[in-house]
Each structure stands twice: as structure tokens, then as C-alpha cells.
Nanobody, 115 residues
């Protein structure tokens, strides 16, 4: 069983930055994949970043060049660095990992970007 706890969300002005953290209860270096998703009110949950086997990353066009996913194996923590934030980035952000062929989710952290 893997437990994930996100932190780092908050209120920021457009153009600002935030770094989200996802602390894992297990050894994050052993996880197959780490993902960050977001869900805005009335919208489906969408993938915003993935890190596969510690090196392969993916970003959709809406965040590419602004968001960066990483992990610190020593701290068992994954990060999502978000720069040049826009009001449309407002959402609840969730961390997810795939470990032993199972998916685990955190509780989410709210990010609000004001214009």
C-alpha cells in the first residue's frame, strides 16, 4: 500500500509560479511511473505531466514549456514545478503513482490562479 500526500498548492497571480510536492510512503525510485493530474470544476480530470521509469517525461501542449515533473529519490518525493501560471490552470492537482501494477492517488491540492 502506497500513501501519497500532496502539498504546495495555493493562490497565485497569473504569471507566477508554484511547486507542488507529493510525498510517498514507499520508495519512489521503485515506482514505475509518477503522474500529476488536475481537475477543474465541471471538467474531466486531465493528465498534466508524467515521469516514466525515472527519465521519460510527457506534457500535454497546454502546459509544455511551463510545467516540469521531477522526483527526489532520497526524499521519496515527486514535484511539479509550475511556471507562468494562467487562470485556466486553476484546478485541484493530484499526484498518482503506479507501483506493482497498481495505481495510487493522493488527496489533491488546490491551485488557484487569479487574473
Amino acid at each position: 500500500q502506497v500513501q501519497l500526500v500532496e502539498s504546495g498548492g495555493g493562490l497565485v497571480q497569473a504569471g507566477g509560479s508554484l511547486r507542488l510536492s507529493c510525498a510517498a510512503s514507499g520508495s519512489i525510485s521503485s515506482f514505475y511511473a509518477v503522474y500529476w493530474y488536475r481537475q477543474a470544476p465541471g471538467r474531466q480530470r486531465e493528465l498534466v505531466a508524467s515521469l516514466i521509469r525515472g527519465s521519460s517525461t510527457y506534457y500535454p501542449g497546454s502546459v509544455k514549456g511551463r510545467f516540469a515533473i521531477s522526483r527526489d529519490n532520497a526524499k521519496n518525493t515527486a514535484y511539479l514545478q509550475m511556471n507562468t501560471l494562467k487562470p485556466e490552470d486553476t484546478a485541484v492537482y493530484y499526484c498518482s503513482v503506479t507501483a506493482d501494477r497498481k495505481d495510487y492517488w493522493g488527496q489533491g491540492t488546490q491551485v488557484t490562479v487569479s487574473s
